[in-house]
Antibody, heavy 119, light 108 residues
Framework: QLQVRESGPGLVKPSQTLSVTCTVS??????????WTWIRQSPGKGLEWIGN???????YSSPSLQSRLIISLDTSKNQFSLQLNSVTAADTAVYYC???????????WGQGTMVTVFS | SHELTQPPSVSVSPGQTARITCSGD??????AYWFQKKAGQAPVLMIS???ERPSGIPERFSGTTSGTTVTLTISGVQAEDEADYYC???????????FGGGTRLTVL
């Protein structure tokens, strides 16, 4: 059974880089048809799409974040990651990693990892 | 940019029917998905591709579509259905994804 699990730093200082990793188990991260996605939810706010990375490594990111964002695959560790540069308090959120297969929808979610930008 | 518009809140009594709408220009071309989000829990996919109910989702949850509006219907609402509900879709090109602002369902 496919499972994903986020791991993050907990606290990040303003202007630094936020890095969160998602470990995938139960499937190969480079199996065709899988899209790996980052979603976040800031306190008191709604869900926000961050970006996708496809099994091939192709990425798409939110226009509001793409200038600060890198999403990558590590097939040797069966993980995918996000790096968000120059963070501010507005980047404080629970970060979720998810999976969709084709057009089936985001059907597998991690429990989320809370990242607080705090000086 | 592609936006999805949901009502901020919907309230119903137990046993009644709740309807939550989501509007967006691209919905006539792109599938919509519905998620249930409870505090402290990960979102759960309730409806896929406008109208499909994933395995394990109760039959009282259904989705419909008409033009640029999709609707999540919960028939015979139960107390456990109280949650935030989000619609999700993509822009017309399918490249950029977006969530609606969310609807708080209150069971009176």
């Amino acid at each position: 059974q496919l499972q994903v699990r986020e791991s993050g730093p907990g606290l990040v200082k303003p202007s630094q880089t936020l890095s969160v990793t998602c470990t995938v188990s139960g499937a190969s991260i480079d199996s065709p048809g899988n899209y790996w996605t980052w979603i976040r939810q800031s306190p008191g706010k709604g869900l926000e799409w961050i970006g996708n990375i496809y099994y091939s490594g192709l990425t798409y990111s939110s226009p509001s974040l793409q200038s600060r964002l890198i999403i990558s695959l590590d097939t040797s560790k069966n993980q995918f990651s996000l790096q968000l540069n120059s963070v501010t308090a507005a980047d404080t959120a629970v970060y979720y990693c998810t999976r969709t297969r084709g057009a089936d929808g985001l059907d597998v979610w991690g429990q989320g990892t809370m990242v607080t930008v705090f000086s | 940019s592609h936006e999805l518009t949901q009502p901020p809140s919907v309230s119903v009594s137990p046993g009644q029917t709740a309807r939550i709408t989501c509007s967006g220009d691209a919905l006539s071309r792109q599938y919509a998905y519905w998620f249930q989000k409870k505090a402290g829990q990960a979102p759960v996919l309730m409806i896929s591709k406008d109208i499909e109910r994933p395995s394990g989702i109760p039959e009282r949850f259904s989705g419909t579509t008409s033009g640029t509006t999709v609707t999540l219907t919960i028939s015979g609402v139960q107390a456990e259905d109280e949650a935030d509900y989000y619609c999700h879709s993509a822009d017309t090109g399918g490249t950029y994804w977006v969530f609606g602002g969310g609807t708080r369902l209150t069971v009176l």
